[in-house]
């Protein structure tokens, strides 16, 4: 059974999103506060975490961050907070989704399973890999471990969130192919009616940051204007 950690201070909030969870088959835990949840997310193993944004004594991007320093983990944060700035932060620090407070909760149930469906899909990496041996991609100082699930730029290991990771292994699998935003937001994240272009841009962006030799000038992930993205071996 999948394991869900709710980090939620209101409870009423909470506790529907538990009820709705826990029917659709999750064990859920819940944490009210910032330095709660962040404690029971470091030391605790959990299969997804929904991570409201605005909490007492740590806030959600705090908790985001820290988590990813040392976890592989779905987070979907959750938020009042409507602004573009705020959701392209959020991913900015590795959150996989960010979902707009009002929300139905069957939206929520369904993101949540898609995440989970996913990412136990991706773990371990797939086929499609370009003529590349099975368990491995190389090329041009780059290198993509699909079994640890690991990359390294130039012999040096880099730390991926989940999403980031998801998203290069396609590109990587699928090379000299342009995809549009609206694809890859389908393909990696699977919520195509829920999603926007912001969600992919960001981790495009991020993903060059830490792949590419010179970011404004990418080598590997290049941008076809007016169309989206194609990965170059």
Known sequence: ?????????????????????????????????????????????????????????????????????????????????????????????????????????????????????????LTGGHGGDAGHSKDQIRMQGLLIDKLSRKVFVRDEEIVLTTKEYDLLLYLATHPNRVFRKDELFERIWGLDSMGDNATVTVHISRLREKIERNPSKPQHIETIWGVGYRFNL
């Open 1 to 121: 059974m999948k394991t869900i950690l709710i980090i939620e201070d209101e409870q009423v909030i909470a506790e529907v999103q538990k009820d709705y969870l826990e029917a659709s088959g999750f064990a859920v835990e819940i944490a009210g506060s910032g330095d709660v949840g962040l404690d029971k997310a470091l030391r605790e193993h959990y299969d997804l975490i929904l991570l409201d944004l605005m909490l007492p004594n740590v806030d959600g991007y705090e908790i985001c961050r820290q988590i990813r320093e040392t976890k592989n983990i779905p987070i979907l944060m959750v938020s009042a907070k409507k602004e573009e700035v705020d959701k392209i932060m959020g991913l900015g620090l590795g959150a996989d989704d960010y979902i707009i407070k009002p929300f139905s909760v069957g939206e929520l149930v369904a993101r949540v399973k898609a995440h989970l469906a996913r990412f136990e899909r």
